[in-house]
């Protein structure tokens, strides 16, 4: 062991360039140590040789697992890129394919429909989309999203009236771990489409308690977690949708008016498709391309009889109907051309809508937040309904000429009534009338005079001074 003590400095400067990594320098301390060595002195001899194979050894295995490393991420570099290039060119094809849906239309009112959801695509302010099931308010939504300055980041969507009451604020607002056994720290829909655009569809079936939390939100820009105590910051756009009239629900008390008027900052209508008759074939050609490229078919055609069945159809159902009964047809059609019979029967039963042959139909409105609503301005209801307005006017044409003073006729010949052409009233003439009805109706009570007519008592008294009647 005296032997062992002799070479400890050497066995240090050993184990030291064994360490450092220096493998040459090491080798050569050996024979150095080597000399006249027998028994435990041989024995940690060795040891020491094991020692440096294995520093050696490990260094290779080290080398090797670098050279993986570096592989490895220049593969999710280069995967990286990939994804980045196609998810790229998927919001090219988004924005590009909802450009082509605002191309399908030839009809006014959808015209301006897209028109306004271009203007306000970039300004992040609430939008409220009405129409009834099935027009499209999705799709809208996705144009104004994908067309707008946040298309880069997500469009998250949730349909209200799928979720349980129970379950709606905690997909909303998100849940903190713990709150109960087995709970995780999950996201809520506001936190997720941070910087981008939250799409909350059907919310007029949301209930109450989960209103006055969205009516928060939206106030403060911020969520509180289901269980949490500290608000945390959003930045999200709020498109909201719905078939069902929220004036009434406000009215009923099943909807907060206070939370009306915050969606509604910016509402678009959309038609129904029985009102825009012109598009049915553009979208059911589209619909009829697209199906036999979903379904690796050849595409087919329409035949012309198919064809006048789909346009005399009034499809309640709207585009979402339409859409349907394209990819059943493509599906049952036994030859190149889609005849009648690949069509539902409940086509060729149902009687066809006659075309109008006055009158177009009711463009939609963009709406600004106020205390008038669309649904109380009686000049957009007029307009929705050009047969009424028609009927008034002619109505009114009949009374303006019984009430006609009578021609001073000449000596001997006998008075007679002017028969001059009936002038039709104007808009604004028709308004005034209605409102001087619904007053003189209610003995000048403005509140129920108000009610009568739809409107707000600030509606009213709005109207009365823009029609000269304050």
């Not at 220049?74 to 790229?88: G, I, P």
């Not at 009451?165 to 056994?181: C, D, P, Q, R, Y």
């Not at 039963?349 to 075309?355: A, E, I, L, N």
Request: hydrophobic share 40%.
């Amino acid at each position: 062991m005296a032997r062992i003590s002799e070479l400890l400095p050497e066995i240090v400067s050993f184990c030291d360039e064994v360490a450092a990594g220096r493998r040459e320098e090491a080798l050569k301390k050996l024979p150095a140590l080597s000399g006249g060595l027998d028994g435990d002195e041989a024995r940690l001899l060795r040891a020491l040789k094991r020692l440096l194979d294995s520093v050696e050894e490990r260094e290779a295995k080290l080398t090797d697992l670098i050279a993986e490393l570096a592989a490895l991420r220049a593969d999710q570099e280069s995967r990286a890129e990939k994804l980045t290039r196609e998810n790229s060119d998927l919001r090219d094809g988004l924005h590009g394919g909802f450009k082509q849906a605002a191309a399908l239309t030839n009809n006014p009112a959808m015209r301006l429909v897209f028109k306004q959801a271009s203007r306000i695509a970039s300004v992040a302010v609430p939008v409220l989309i009405t129409g009834e099931t099935g027009t499209g308010k999705g799709l809208v939504a996705k144009y104004i999203h994908y067309n707008g300055s946040r298309a880069k980041f997500p469009l998250v969507s949730l349909n209200c009236a799928a979720i349980p009451a129970s379950l709606l604020e905690s997909e909303l607002f998100g849940i903190e771990k713990g709150v109960a056994s087995g709970v995780n720290e999950r996201l809520g829909h506001f936190e997720s489409a941070s910087s981008g655009t939250l799409f909350l569809d059907e919310i007029g079936d949301m209930p109450l308690e989960s209103q006055a939390k969205i009516l928060k939100a939206i106030e403060s820009n911020s969520v509180t977690r289901v269980g949490g105590r500290k608000p945390l910051p959003v930045d999200t756009r709020l498109i909201s949708a719905t078939h069902r009239d929220l004036e009434a629900s406000c009215a009923k008390g099943e909807f907060r008016q206070d939370l009306f008027y915050r969606l509604k900052v910016i509402q678009i209508h959309i038609p129904p498709l029985r009102e825009r008759r012109g598009d049915i074939i553009p979208l059911a050609e589209h619909f009829l391309r697209a199906a036999a490229k979903r379904y690796g078919l050849a595409s087919p055609a329409f035949a012309p009889e198919s064809l006048r069945l789909l346009e005399g159809y009034a499809w309640p159902g709207n585009v979402r109907e339409l859409e349907h009964e394209v990819d059943r047809a493509v599906l049952l059609a036994a030859g190149p051309l889609i005849q009648p019979g690949d069509l539902s029967r409940r086509l060729a039963d149902s009687q066809p809508v006659p075309r109008r042959a006055t009158g177009t139909a009711p463009l939609p409105r963009l709406s600004e937040s106020g205390a008038e609503s669309r649904a109380g301005n009686l000049a957009e209801k007029l307009r929705s309904h050009p047969d009424l307005l028609q009927n008034i006017a002619q109505r009114m044409a009949i009374y303006s000429f019984k009430a006609a003073p009578f021609e001073t006729a000449p000596a001997g010949e006998p008075r007679t009534a002017a028969v001059a052409e009936p002038v039709e009233p104007s808009l604004l003439e028709v308004e005034r009338k209605l409102v001087q009805r619904a007053l003189k109706a209610c003995e000048g009570n403005k509140t129920h005079a108000a009610k009568r007519l739809g409107l707000s008592r600030e509606g009213l008294r709005k109207k009365l001074k823009r029609l000269g009647l304050a």
